[in-house]
């Protein structure tokens, strides 16, 4: 079995940020931060990067240097990244097990639903392997459905939403589910995964769609696109920040924006 760790960059100056942070309830320079809870039961903030096997990096510095602290997984009450908290059950035999992921603030629903021409539909919803998705209503039938623009549906602490969107690569579609990051005033951020270039991020601002991949300049992107907000990517330009934490720079622009 894999085991998942969380990797913690320390510096000289990890004392002073993370008390900052601690005191600025998750914030420093303005910043929304991720964070770990060790054992103990210690608050660590900072900028959660996933990699390879779902391995996941705690930066506190932005000076590029320092040493790292690993953390088992199984062996923290939890952390938070891209918004979603995830946290461990009670402790057995030390190790805590049974990961659950929820999401901070974008959606207080308890419930799956779909939502289509403005109606919400309640109940459980199924992502089978072959075949539609479907939801069973709490009182009623099966019901089926497909992507059609416009159609949104949340299961568990995942919100999807069905839109038009740039192509990743030759072959994939002009629409798709796309995952619903952060929803703010005037933008949007959502997650999407192909088979050849990972993860990327959509950013809808203006009623436009903005791609960003990892393997051209999404920095570029980000800077015309928030050009009204430069300190939005000093975070990005020092290294404290990289591409896996672009929700950060979003949330921090919309929060800034008046």
Partial sequence: MMLKKIIIVFSLFVSAEASYAQQSNGY??????????????????????????????????????GSYTRYEADNLKGYRYNGYVTINKEPKDGIYTGLKAKKDSLDSAQNDYIVKNNDTIYGDVHEPLLGSRYIIPKQGKKIKFKGEVGLVYKRGQYIYEYRDKPKVETLDSKEDWLLLLYKGKGLKLYGYATGHQGTCYFIEKDKEMHLLRMDEDWLDLLNKLFADKPDVLKCFKSGFLSFENIYLAVRYYDEHSN
């Fill in 28 to 65: 420093m320079d303005g910043f929304f931060l991720d964070y770990v809870i060790t054992k103990d039961g210690d608050t660590i903030y900072g900028a959660v990067k996933e990699e390879l096997f779902k391995a996941y990096i705690l930066k506190i510095s932005n000076d590029g240097t």
